[in-house]
Every structure is written in C-alpha cells, then in structure tokens.
C-alpha cells in the first residue's frame, strides 16, 4: 500500500521542479519552431534537450539522462549546427513551397502525433506503476536495454534510419560537383601576375582598423578602407563594418596627442 502511494504522490520539490522546467521546455520548444533564424531554434532545442535530460535524471533513468546531453544536445545539435553553417539557411531564404501541399501534410503529421501523444499518457493514467525499483531492479543500463533491444527494438531500428537518413541528407546538400579542374597555386599566381593584379598575398582584414574582425575591411595609408582586405562573399552579402569614419578620428586625436607630447609645430607656425 505504501509503495502504491509514492508511486502516485509528488514531492513539493519534484512539483516545483517540473512546473518550472517543464513551462521553460515548451517556450523553447514554441521558440525552435518559430524563431526566424535557424541558429537561434537550434540554440533553444538544445535548451530543450537539456532541460529533457535533467527530467530523466530526477526520475532515477541516469543513463538516459546523460545520454541525452552526450549524444543528442552535444553530437546531433552539433550536426544541425555544422548543415546550417554549410548550407548557409538565412532568414532572407524564400518561404514558397517547393512541394506543394507540404504545409498540409506537415499539419496531418502534427495532428497525428497529437493523437498519439494525448493517448500514451492517457494509457500511462489509467494503468499502475510499476515503480523505479522494480524498473531497476537489474541495473538501469540493463533494464533500458532490455526494454529498447526486445519490447522497442522495431522502433528503436526505425529512429537509428531516420537518424541516417539525416546525416546523408546533410551531406548531399552540402556536396558540390567541381566542374572544372582545381588550378594550383602556381597557376593562379601566374594568372594574377598576366592579369596584373595584386600579385603578392592579399592583405588581412582590419589592419590598422584597430580591429581584427574578418567583416571589417582594413585601411590604407590614407585611412581609406581596402576592399582586397575582406571576403568576397561578405562584399557581395553586404555583412562588411565600415569602421573608415572611426578609425579616421582616431588617428587625427592619435597624431594630435603624439604632438602635443613631443611639443611639435605646425611649419607654418614655425616659419613664422
């Protein structure tokens, strides 16, 4: 009778804990799926995940728990991460539906696993508990595979192939047929040298900007900036600081200062 008690009564604590975590869960959940940068739903499904993980370590499944932030908040956000940088989503991407009727399904989609959601913890309300004791009464790394590699293996296959189909998802988008043979450098410095263009090394970005950022273009000895010093992607995105107008101020009170300290004039006062 006691142990059917604790299996169905909360602590304040574990209440508190879930009410508070659980209300931050779903925000960045709403926030993965709305936030209009890629970067920034990836940052708040990683909260999520974690947040995921510390409800699985309250609830005695340790390793569940720290395999959630080992391999889905630190190896399959990584992933996300590294597709969204090579692949290059931006919030300037078109919304237009390149399959038609996608949103359609996707409701379906989201609508069926509503269902399946609602229905799972409505079985979970009306059967018993088994108990973490008895759940781990072998081990938890034993009972959860137990549970994944007999009753949940199907599943478990079904979520490894969606997993992998992912990854060479990922790698498909980000490959690029080369459509004529790589030049070397030999070539291109010959090519620079008949074209009569900048022929030595390209100079850095931000020097003499005071500034060692690779948007900031750097500057010339007149102070104005160098286009050669920056990508030619971030010229062509429009993602370059001009810094020109600053940097100018600063060198004219620089030199002001430098001749204030050694007491040099001016040779028209020194004419005089």
Request: charged share 20%.
């Amino acid at each position: 009778m006691t142990a059917n008690l604790a299996a169905y009564s909360t602590s304040t604590g574990e209440a508190f804990q879930f009410w508070v975590l659980g209300t931050v869960a779903v925000i960045g959940a709403l926030c993965t799926v709305f936030m209009r940068k890629a970067v920034h739903s990836a940052l708040c499904l990683a909260g999520t995940m974690i947040i995921l993980a510390v409800f699985y370590l309250a609830n005695g499944a340790y390793f569940l728990g720290i395999v959630q932030v080992v391999v889905y908040t630190g190896a399959i956000m990584m992933l996300f991460l590294f597709v969204v940088m090579l692949v290059g989503v931006t919030a300037a991407d078109s919304l237009k539906e390149t399959i038609k009727g996608q949103r359609w399904l996707a409701l379906l989609c989201g609508l069926g696993f509503g269902i399946l959601l609602f229905a799972g913890i409505g079985n979970a309300s009306i059967k018993d508990f088994d108990g973490l004791g008895k759940a781990n009464s072998a081990g938890n790394v034993e009972g959860l595979a137990a549970l994944i590699f007999t009753k949940y293996v199907f599943a478990f296959e079904i979520t490894g192939a969606l997993l992998i189909t992912a990854t060479i998802g990922a790698m498909v988008l980000t490959h690029r047929e080369r459509t004529e043979r790589a030049r070397t450098q030999r070539e291109l410095s010959e090519q620079r040298v008949r074209e009569g263009r900048h022929v030595p090394p390209l100079p850095a970005p931000g020097v003499y900007a005071r500034h060692n950022a690779v948007d900031i273009a750097g500057l010339l000895p007149d102070g104005t900036p160098s286009e050669l010093t920056v990508s030619k992607t971030l010229r062509d995105r429009g993602q370059i600081r001009d810094v020109s107008a600053d940097a100018l101020k600063d060198l004219k009170a620089l030199e002001q200062r430098s001749e204030e300290r050694l007491e040099r004039t001016k040779p028209e006062e020194a004419s005089k």
